[in-house]
């Protein structure tokens, strides 16, 4: 099993630019989850899927949008960059229904700089 | 809204020591605790998990203690050494652990 993988692992963006990482896992995860890393403010959700068809909001929405294409892949769309939109982002998925654990399991991030 | 605060947000320990990582929460529905590890370059990895029906669990080196009254929770880790070091991130969710929120992490310098 790969896990969760996400594409590309790093990215330079021009401020009005367009792009959207991809993320896809093969653990037969309902959940998936897009989070967003900046120094000193922890993980902060963008958005999370909770099954195949539908999506919701998270802390910190503005400027993304997401399209849950299948039960496998997730993708993260910033329509027109901005400087703050520079960090690490990371999709996760997670398996639910009855479990004791609700671990999380993280793919290994994309850099994105706008400039 | 919801709220997770992490302290230190840095901590240097000698090899064998033992470090301790604090967190409280806000959100009194909070019913799940994990402590995720992530080491430079790649993403967040569970080491223990704790629920709120528990008030401490313990794998190895690593225990976590749960105060639910007080919204506190602790991670422990006992004789340190320098592969322990990276950033430890504690975290907090409700049912079904669809909304998770992260505290700010900390950083865990381990000195050989």
């Known amino acids: 099993n790969a896990g969760v993988t996400q594409t590309p692992k790093f990215q330079v963006l021009k401020t009005g630019q367009s792009m959207t990482l991809q993320c896809a896992q093969d653990m037969n995860h309902n959940s998936m989850y897009w989070y967003r890393q900046d120094p000193g403010m922890g993980l902060r959700l963008i958005y999370y899927?909770?099954?195949?068809?539908?999506?919701d909001k998270g802390e910190v929405p503005n400027g993304y949008n997401v399209s849950r294409l299948n039960k496998r892949e997730f993708s993260l769309r910033l329509e027109s960059a901005a400087p703050s939109q520079t960090s690490v982002y990371f999709c996760?998925?997670?398996?639910?229904?009855?479990?004791?654990?609700?671990?999380?399991?993280f793919g290994p991030g994309t850099r994105l700089t706008v400039t | 809204g919801e709220n997770v605060e992490q302290h230190p947000s840095t901590l240097s320990v000698q090899e064998g020591d033992s470090a301790v990582i604090k967190c409280t929460y806000s959100d009194s529905a909070s019913n799940y605790f994990p402590w995720y590890k992530q080491e430079l370059g790649k993403g967040p990895q569970l080491i223990i998990d704790?629920?709120?029906?528990?008030g401490e669990k313990k794998d190895q080196r690593i225990a976590v203690t749960l105060n639910k009254t007080a919204k506190h929770f602790s991670l422990h880790i006992t004789e340190t050494q320098p592969e322990d070091s990276a950033v430890y991130f504690c975290?907090?969710?409700?049912?079904?652990?669809?909304?998770?929120?992260f505290g700010a992490g900390t950083r865990l310098f381990v000195k050989a």
């Open positions: 996760a998925s997670i398996r639910t229904g009855g479990f004791s654990s609700y671990e999380q399991y």
């Open positions: 899927s909770a099954s195949e068809g539908t999506t």
């Open positions: 975290a907090a969710s409700t049912t079904g652990g669809f909304k998770t929120i």
């Open positions: 704790i629920r709120s029906n528990v």
